[in-house]
């Protein structure tokens, strides 16, 4: 009995391994669907960049003049920026900034790049920078750029050989937005035989061919490719990116006469027309969030909204109550209208008061998407995710840097926590508290000297990190760079004291 109780616990104890065993077996491949699964949740990336948008032109900064009920319900199921910088007042620089997670004067983008390449050489953004878009794909992400590109149009700089398997839009830095005029305008010019052909009225471009019979006022065509992208990259295993990037309401101020109608209230007809190529991209907007609902994708979506620049005061805009505009170091010319729509997340109606700049996305979202960083890659920007979420500051004392080249001296804005450093006009060097006075009306520069000159050091130090321009726009400005000594800084950081 003794013997087979024991060889019985034997045999249980032998069963009872084998149970382990086969469990722990079990385990295995379930811990590598569980890893399978964090990389499956990796969200998909949706950046609408608008376009010289004022500050104050959008519904969820307080317009109300010009109505955007779609962008207005993302912000208010999202959390809307209100000190969302990006790191240049203008075009071009702006958007370098974003591809490439680095300051434009770091790999001499400072300047727009020329109206047409063929005329000044074949520039574009330096090779040797990975775009964000890159980056991503190289991670597994499906990618599309729609719209406005204005970072190289030959080939090597085309968007389908920076990371963007999908492109469908225009290279220059603008474009008209009615097909039966910018056809006719192409064939005339090309009719003449004139040398260069105005960027604007170009055909679009399908990943390198060109669009024949465009039938579409043009924010209504890449809202629809947008919706096309969508509908298509929701089939797909992997995530996407998609940078949208809409020319409106950039000049020339051209817009449907439904969309007008709607603002027959505004008598200046410059912002009346701007404030129906608002409503267009709004419009898009809720087409592009109704085929991410469709697809059930609108939850796992980061949906960044935000313009390259501030509007323009002259073309309609309103950046109210920040000081000017489009191209200035002022906050109207580089804080934009900005929200992340997340809804797994971000919590509905937050609002993140701390500055972040256009230079965090690149490193935020390469840690969203789990994406490799090149070991190389220089970044001006930090991953912000975890600051944004908890809403605390993600650069207590750090700087957020602007610079504007004039015709013959330099523009610059720093900003370090509630303060704002700025000279511009060459008058001498302002601080404001930016928190309390967002006009930047009271200099207290007087009171609070030594943190000016702190601002001012600093800046200086930065500008040490600079590069000379790889192109001037306009090329005269080469003259003016060399002969006034632009890039020196011997006036731009001398310190009058009062
Ligand atoms: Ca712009």
Redesign the pocket.
């Known amino acids: 009995m003794c013997l087979k109780n024991r060889e019985h616990s034997k045999l249980i104890m032998s069963l009872l391994f084998l149970i382990v065993l086969f469990a722990a077996c079990k385990d295995l491949p379930k811990v590598e669907t569980e890893q399978a699964a964090t990389v499956e949740k990796r969200p998909n990336i949706i950046i609408i960049m608008a ?2 948008l004022g500050y104050a032109d959008v519904g969820f900064n307080g317009s109300t003049e010009i109505t955007t009920p779609e962008l207005d319900k993302l912000a208010a199921n999202g959390m809307k920026f209100t000190s969302g910088y990006v790191a240049h007042p ?2 071009g620089p ?2 370098a900034a974003l591809m490439t997670g680095r300051y434009p004067h770091t790999i001499g983008s400072q300047f727009n790049l020329p109206a047409s390449s063929e005329a000044y050489g074949s520039s574009g953004i330096t090779i040797s920078e990975t775009f964000i878009s890159k980056m991503l794909q190289n991670a597994g992400y499906y990618t599309g750029a729609i719209g406005k590109w204005h970072l190289g149009d030959v080939p090597k700089y085309h968007p389908n050989n920076r990371g963007f398997q999908e492109f469908y839009g225009f290279l220059g ?1 603008g474009h008209d937005y009615f097909p039966e005029d910018y056809t006719v305008k192409f064939a005339k010019q090309k009719a003449s035989g004139q040398k260069f052909i105005f960027d604007y009225v170009k055909p679009l471009e399908h990943n390198k061919n060109v669009v024949s019979n465009p039938t579409e006022y043009l924010t209504d065509e890449l809202s629809r490719k947008a919706v096309d992208f969508v509908n298509t990259a929701s089939e797909k295993k992997n995530p996407f990116f998609l940078y949208l990037a809409y020319n409106a309401p ?1 000049v020339p101020l051209q817009a449907k006469k439904e969309d007008m109608q709607m603002f027959s209230h505004i008598k200046d007809k410059d912002r009346r027309t701007y404030a129906a190529m608002v409503y267009a991209v709004d419009r898009g907007v809720g087409k592009l969030v109704e085929s991410l609902k469709a697809n059930n994708v609108l939850d796992n979506t980061l949906i960044v909204f935000l ?3 501030g509007g ?1 005061l002259t073309k309609g805009a309103n950046n109210y109550p920040l000081k000017e505009g ?1 191209g200035s170091t002022a906050e109207g010319g580089y804080r934009v209208p900005m929200f992340f729509h997340y809804p797994n997340e971000i919590e509905s109606n937050s609002i993140f008061n701390y500055p972040i700049t256009t230079l965090d996305f690149y490193p935020t979202f390469a840690a969203l998407a789990k994406a490799e960083i090149p070991e190389d890659k220089i970044l001006d920007g930090k991953n912000v995710w975890q600051s944004v979420v908890a809403l605390e500051n993600p650069r207590k004392d750090d700087y957020v840097f602007v610079m504007r080249h004039r015709e013959g001296y330099t523009d610059v804005g720093v900003r370090q926590n509630q303060w704002k450093a700025l000279k511009t006009k060459q008058q001498t060097w302002r601080l404001f508290n930016i928190d309390r006075d967002m006009g930047e009306e009271h200099d207290l520069s007087e009171q609070h000297m030594g943190q000016l000159k702190t601002m001012v050091k600093a800046a200086e130090k930065w500008s040490k990190t600079h590069s000379e321009p790889l192109w001037f726009d306009p090329e005269s400005l080469s003259v003016d760079w060399e002969e006034k000594e632009m890039a020196k800084f011997n006036k731009t950081f001398k310190l009058d004291v009062k």
């Open positions: 376009d010289d203008f075009c702006s958007r830095g950039h313009s390259d620049n323009k489009k």
